[in-house]
């Protein structure tokens, strides 16, 4: 930028910084599924900006089930979903399963499970698939570990 002759500025930060992709939802830490996370995303003294399609609310139907999770709005919800992110318009339908630290930007329809994984936009699910099973974090897949 300097070199093609833009002006270029700097200034001090000394306030808090966290990545908050869904990626540091994988870590260690428990990041902003905690019940006292460092960053809140409610607090009205601290916006957070963002790029976001316009869409429906969330909606959460009779069949679901969702615990300690953030849904997106656009999302709609007859599955389970359970300390998970999911994007804007996420669907999870009924027997699909969202679980343990994942983040999803795709559809699910039953009886789909995504464990400890992240799926982006335009990733395919087939039908009865398991992504993430098992507590064994360096194994990639349970029927074909060398796979």
């Known amino acids: 930028m300097i070199e093609g002759g833009a002006r270029v500025y700097g200034y001090r930060f000394d306030g ?5 992709e869904p990626y540091s939802l994988l870590g260690g830490e428990p990041g ?5 996370p ?3 995303l409610y607090d009205r003294e601290w916006v957070i900006h963002t790029r976001s399609e316009e ?26 979903v359970v300390n998970s992110v999911l994007s804007p ?7 699909a399963v969202v ?4 983040s999803c930007s795709t559809p699910l329809s039953g009886p789909e ?3 400890r994984a992240i799926l982006d936009k335009e990733v395919a699910v087939g039908s009865g698939a398991i992504v ?4 064994d974090l360096d194994v990639v897949n349970r029927r074909d570990p060398a796979g």
């Open 38 to 40: 460092e960053l809140d």
């Open 55 to 80: 869409r429906a609310p969330a909606r959460i139907g009779s069949t679901a089930q969702v615990h300690r999770s953030l849904i997106s709005h656009g999302c709609v919800i007859n599955g389970s």
């Open 32 to 36: 902003l599924l905690s019940d006292a």
């Open 16 to 20: 808090y910084w966290q990545d908050v």
């Open 132 to 135: 993430g099973e098992g507590t």
């Open 89 to 95: 318009g996420v669907v999870v339908d009924v027997g």
């Open 113 to 115: 499970r995504v464990d």
């Open 99 to 102: 679980a343990t630290r994942s």
